[in-house]
T-cell receptor, first 110, second 112 residues
Framework: KNEVEQSPQNLTAQEGEFITINCSYSVGISALHWLQQHPGGGIVSLFMLSSGKKKHGRLIATINIQEKHSSLHITASHPRDSAVYICAARERDSNYQLIWGAGTKLIIKP | DGGITQSPKYLFRKEGQNVTLSCEQNLNHDAMYWYRQDPGQGLRLIYYSQIVNDFQKGDIAEGYSVSREKKESFPLTVTSAQKNPTAFYLC???????????FGDGTRLSIL
């Protein structure tokens, strides 16, 4: 069993829909990262969370430390949001190494 | 503009050959990382370096080698001992402390 699991693996939605991607982890963490990988392969860091909620534009990330669960939400989704979204957990006392989820491939249709 | 440059974007290798992937950063970051990404899998750590002239093996270091002679540069050599080298390779760097990693655009390596 992977220590960081994402769901769903693939998600296709219509433009404007509210999107939720989930991430569950089984280890103690000091932070959780959400990243976006573009079709060309480049990765951009979206959020780094250790508690609560963060918002940037149409993106919202939440984390529940007790339940070991995080979600990434996209409001008013747009075709340019199409990408692979990856969560990665920074394990506590791990010298800042990350445990990576397999990613969620999101396609937003116009 | 500051960033991480990986080159080349696409690389082809004949079986039995060593090949070196370049990673350069001008962000003044202390730590650098090499990851391998295969379809449907999470990133896997190959090697990482926290400071110049020092590096540690990650989860899948066999068949790979690195050097960190300069703060800006962390080249990865895929040796002939790596039995399945076809993959997408990502380089990342991070400033000290609790800063997130920054990524290059990756190099896609294929075996001819």
């Amino acid at each position: 069993k992977n220590e960081v699991e994402q769901s769903p693996q693939n998600l296709t939605a219509q433009e404007g829909e509210f999107i939720t991607i989930n991430c569950s982890y089984s280890v103690g963490i000091s932070a959780l990262h959400w990243l976006q990988q573009h079709p060309g392969g480049g990765i951009v860091s979206l959020f780094m969370l250790s508690s609560g909620k963060k918002k940037h534009g149409r993106l919202i990330a939440t984390i529940n430390i007790q339940e070991k669960h995080s979600s990434l939400h996209i409001t008013a989704s747009h075709p340019r949001d199409s990408a692979v979204y990856i969560c990665a957990a920074r394990e506590r006392d791990s010298n800042y190494q990350l445990i990576w989820g397999a990613g969620t491939k999101l396609i937003i249709k116009p | 503009d500051g960033g991480i440059t990986q080159s080349p974007k696409y690389l082809f290798r004949k079986e039995g050959q060593n090949v070196t992937l370049s990673c350069e950063q001008n962000l003044n970051h202390d730590a650098m990382y090499w990851y391998r990404q295969d379809p449907g899998q999470g990133l896997r750590l190959i090697y990482y370096s926290q400071i110049v002239n020092d590096f540690q093996k990650g989860d899948i270091a066999e068949g790979y080698s690195v050097s960190r002679e300069k703060k800006e540069s962390f080249p990865l050599t895929v040796t002939s001992a790596q039995k399945n080298p076809t993959a997408f390779y990502l380089c990342a760097s991070r400033f000290r402390g609790r800063q997130p990693q920054h990524f290059g655009d990756g190099t896609r390596l294929s075996i001819l």
